[in-house]
């Protein structure tokens, strides 16, 4: 018993070795660049400093891609990009809190335009840079005046080739309820004609299992996606969090043999895992027998991400911590996480992970316990993004660290009038300059 109690003590409270994060950007707001046309009187632009928070990053060559989900009012842009290396100042100084820029453009922003990004949360990014961008189609979810006037959407966007739309897919009510999901998390997988899992933390939780190839998606529940009332209290940095989260952060194990997707509700401190084949199976509509609980996590948890070599990396909202749980060793879950970061100031909310093509892992921290209890205090750092040499790539890589072969992804004809609308908008930003 004192063994065990010691040992539990061991993996809990220490911190063990791995390649520091340290923090590359600090914000006390999140602002933007605006355009030429911008006029303080103009509703597109109506901007409300504390409802910015960044909640979304993954990167792409040179640059990350932010999201501000429109969970509030004064959010002008919910899609964003900046420079992943500091720009220096006219001192040479790195600029650490850069004006983010509206992605792709600035008509992909407006509000109540269903060809426009209405909130996104999440999205990923494919070895071939392909951005899969969920799009929740509801504004203000947490605001005063909810909306619901656009359809959850699936939106592919060419990064390479000017973030141009290459594919969209409207959800079905039946399995995305357009007054009452909420498209949270997002992974993909390449392999037979390519899928995306997405979490649903919605009124009706799910994993939406997306088929590229079909072009068609189905919704699959377990009790296990659901809030956990045990769970629904935590304290941040001294503030209470009360929320009723069901399933938030989802992850991929890299391509291969049993192939799994983990889960978890933000409100739950367990960690779940599901076959892929399972999901891709729409003959399995009882998932009962094949859900494995991994066991317990210490604390809420937020987004997370696993590496090419069977990595998971979550956050421990509880505790201003970044854990992981090696799955190439043999050590199960419960006697296998480790705590690797722990900082009381610098990591409040440890909120989504990214890899970038030189094998760092980035985190975005958010300090989402203020925004949750409208108390952010715009003089103070309230986001940062971190980064550690964790020398892996995303779990979309083979262990080889190669690119396995990516679907096709070709435009449909009613979509290229987006995209060349888009081409167009850039064009004549570029002769206005
Ligand atoms: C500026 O940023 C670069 C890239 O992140 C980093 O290597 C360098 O140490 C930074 N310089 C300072 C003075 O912080
Ligand atoms: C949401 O939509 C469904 C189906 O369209 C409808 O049955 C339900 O009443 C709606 N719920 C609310 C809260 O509007
Ligand atoms: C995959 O799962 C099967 C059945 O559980 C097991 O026998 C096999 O060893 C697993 N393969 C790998 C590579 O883990
Ligand atoms: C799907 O699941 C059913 C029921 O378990 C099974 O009989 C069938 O072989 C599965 N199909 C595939 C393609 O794995
Ligand atoms: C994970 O475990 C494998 C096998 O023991 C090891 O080679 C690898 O370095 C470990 N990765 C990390 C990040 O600790
Ligand atoms: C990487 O691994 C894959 C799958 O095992 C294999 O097909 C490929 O040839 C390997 N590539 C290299 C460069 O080793």
Not at 312 to 323: C, N, P, R, S
Request: proline content about 7%; charged content about 20%.
């Amino acid at each position: 018993m004192l063994r065990l109690a010691l040992l539990a003590c061991l993996t809990t409270t220490f911190v063990v070795a791995h390649a520091p994060f340290s923090v590359i950007f600090q914000w006390k707001t999140i602002s933007y660049n605006w355009p030429p046309e911008y006029s303080e009187k103009d509703a597109r632009y109506h901007y409300i400093p504390e409802n910015n928070p960044i909640a979304g990053i993954k990167l792409w060559k040179d640059n990350m891609y932010l999201t501000i989900p429109r969970w509030k009012s004064g959010v002008p842009v919910t899609l964003a990009r900046t420079p992943s290396t500091p720009v220096k100042d006219e001192r040479g100084l790195n600029i650490t809190k850069p004006k983010l820029d509206a992605y792709p453009s600035w008509d992909m922003q407006l509000p109540g335009d269903c060809n426009a990004f209405q909130s996104v949360q999440s999205m990923e990014i494919d070895p071939q840079g392909r951005m899969w961008v969920l799009d929740t189609g509801r504004t203000e979810t947490m605001g005063e005046h909810p909306t619901a006037k656009c359809p959850p959407r699936l939106v592919i966007l060419d990064l390479d080739n000017g973030g141009v739309v290459l594919k969209e897919f409207k959800f079905p009510d039946d399995v995305a309820r357009h007054n009452s999901s909420y498209l949270n998390d997002i992974v993909l997988d390449h392999q037979n004609g390519g899928y995306a899992y997405i979490s649903d933390s919605g009124l009706e939780p799910a994993i939406i299992v997306y088929s590229l190839k079909d072009d068609k998606a189905r919704k699959v529940t377990h009790e296990t996606m659901k809030a956990q009332p045990d769970a629904v209290r935590f304290v941040v940095a001294g503030t209470n969090v009360i929320q009723s989260v069901n399933v938030d952060g989802i992850a991929l194990s890299p391509p291969g043999p049993n192939r799994t997707l983990y889960y978890s509700p933000l409100s739950s401190f367990n960690l779940y895992s599901i076959p892929v084949e399972v999901l891709q199976n729409s003959s399995i509509i009882d998932v009962q027998n094949y859900v494995v609980d991994l066991g317990n996590k210490i604390s809420q948890s937020d987004g997370m991400v696993m590496s090419n070599t069977g990595v998971l990396y979550y956050g421990l909202l509880a505790d201003d911590a970044i854990a992981m749980w090696n799955t190439s060793t043999s050590q199960p879950f419960a006697t296998g996480r480790r705590t690797i970061s722990r900082d009381h100031l610098l990591t409040q909310w440890p909120d989504t992970f990214g890899f970038d093509e030189k094998a760092r892992l980035w985190c975005v921290v958010n300090s989402l316990q203020n925004f949750l209890n409208n108390k952010v205090d715009v003089t103070q750092y309230n986001y940062r993004i971190i980064s550690s040499n964790a020398m892996q790539r995303s779990y979309q890589y083979l262990p080889n660290n190669t690119a396995p072969e990516l679907p096709v992804i070709t435009a449909a004809a009613g979509q290229i009038r987006i995209a060349m609308s888009t081409v167009f908008t850039i064009l004549l930003v570029f002769l206005a300059c």
